[in-house]
């Protein structure tokens, strides 16, 4: 036996101590980026070994935080691929406006850069009022990032320049203040958004949605993992409902996949229940 398959034993008793003692089930996460990240938390920690972890895991609950954010580290910004944006004005828009109330979800929101995002989107496109955003992560540091709404000054060009390619309206600007070194965002983009826990590993449908954002989220998980995060976004959805995923993800795993038709192939824009195809 080498190093390495011993290395891939003690990751496999981590992980099954981290859901036999919290609930949180990473076994159906690609176990490449695991191993990745796992390590990253050894170093980080400066343990001798994985096995090291588990005791940490057990006994320390604090420890619990740093070991799920480590698992769940995430990269995201204001408007990422703004051309998404730009499709979900062209293609989803329209639908969310023949209905009175929507209902959005974004999962795994990770700092809330992108539900700010959807919220700028609704509120420029005069669904804001009759909306609600779902945002729902697994990492409670980031949760609470997104909470607050607060974000370095140095991002600020970034976000601009993402916004203004995703199609906005007006400035950046007009949706937050700049205070010392960080942006806040302004507190009327957060009136509708309701942030909370959920595992998209073990958790199960809680509204009905007509849309869901799940961008560069699925791409971490195993072939079974993807099936079954993909049902539960069929379930989620009401007839007609938008499903957008990340550029690098599609439903050809899942046989819940079939249940889509192509809005946006480009764009990872999918429509439950309907037949349309777009040409890009």
Same mark, same amino acid.
């Not at 949180?24 to 001798?48: A, G, I, M, N, P």
């Not at 950046?172 to 203040?177: K, N, S, V, W």
């Not at 079954?228 to 989620?236: D, K, Q, T």
């Given at each position: 036996?080498?190093?390495? /398959?011993?290395?891939?034993?003690?990751?496999?008793?981590?992980?099954?101590?981290?859901?036999?003692?919290?609930?949180?089930?990473?076994?159906?996460?690609?176990?490449?980026?695991?191993?990745?990240?796992?390590?990253?938390?050894?170093?980080?920690?400066?343990?001798?070994?994985?096995?090291?972890?588990?005791?940490?895991?057990?006994?320390?609950?604090?420890?619990?935080?740093?070991?799920?954010?480590?698992?769940? *580290?995430?990269?995201?910004?204001?408007?990422?691929?703004?051309?998404?944006?730009?499709?979900?004005?062209?293609?989803?828009?329209?639908?969310?406006?023949?209905?009175?109330?929507?209902?959005?979800?974004?999962?795994?929101?990770?700092?809330?850069?992108?539900?700010?995002?959807?919220?700028?989107? @609704?509120?420029?496109?005069?669904?804001?009022?009759?909306?609600?955003?779902?945002?729902?992560?697994?990492?409670?540091?980031? @949760?609470?990032?997104?909470?607050?709404?607060?974000?370095?000054?140095?991002?600020?060009?970034?976000?601009?320049?993402?916004?203004?390619?995703? +199609?906005?309206?007006?400035?950046?600007?007009?949706?937050?203040?700049?205070?010392?070194?960080?942006?806040?965002?302004?507190?009327?983009?957060?009136?509708? *958004?309701?942030?909370?826990?959920?595992?998209?590993?073990? /958790?199960?449908?809680?509204?009905?949605?007509? @849309?869901?954002?799940?961008?560069?989220?699925?791409?971490?998980?195993?072939?079974?993992?993807?099936?079954?995060? *993909?049902?539960?976004?069929?379930?989620?959805?009401?007839?007609?409902?938008?499903?957008?995923?990340?550029?690098?993800?599609? @439903? /050809?795993?899942?046989?819940?996949?079939?249940?889509?038709?192509?809005?946006?192939?480009?764009?990872?824009?999918?429509?439950?229940?309907?037949?349309?195809?777009? +040409?890009?």
């Amino acid at each position: 036996m080498t190093p390495g /398959d011993i290395q891939d034993i003690e990751i496999k008793l981590v992980l099954e101590a981290l859901r036999l003692r919290y609930g949180y089930d990473f076994r159906h996460y690609d176990q490449s980026s695991v191993r990745r990240r796992v390590l990253h938390c050894l170093e980080s920690c400066k343990l001798t070994g994985i096995s090291d972890i588990i005791p940490k895991l057990l006994y320390e609950g604090m420890f619990l935080e740093r070991l799920i954010g480590v698992l769940t *580290i995430s990269v995201t910004t204001m408007f990422r691929d703004p051309l998404v944006f730009r499709a979900l004005r062209e293609y989803t828009v329209p639908a969310l406006k023949t209905h009175p109330f929507v209902n959005i979800w974004s999962a795994g929101c990770a700092t809330g850069e992108e539900v700010y995002s959807l919220a700028i989107l @609704l509120r420029e496109e005069g669904l804001y009022e009759q909306a609600r955003i779902y945002a729902t992560d697994l990492n409670a540091d980031s @949760l609470a990032t997104a909470r607050e709404g607060i974000y370095a000054l140095n991002r600020l060009e970034e976000f601009e320049a993402n916004y203004r390619d995703a +199609g906005g309206v007006g400035t950046f600007r007009d949706y937050c203040e700049i205070d010392g070194n960080v942006v806040r965002m302004n507190g009327d983009l957060k009136k509708n *958004i309701v942030y909370s826990s959920h595992n998209l590993a073990t /958790d199960s449908v809680f509204a009905v949605m007509n @849309l869901v954002m799940c961008r560069n989220v699925i791409i971490y998980f195993d072939a079974s993992l993807q099936k079954r995060v *993909i049902g539960l976004f069929h379930e989620s959805l009401a007839r007609g409902g938008d499903l957008c995923l990340g550029g690098a993800e599609s @439903l /050809d795993i899942s046989k819940s996949g079939a249940g889509f038709s192509v809005l946006s192939h480009k764009n990872r824009i999918f429509r439950k229940g309907f037949e349309r195809t777009a +040409g890009h």
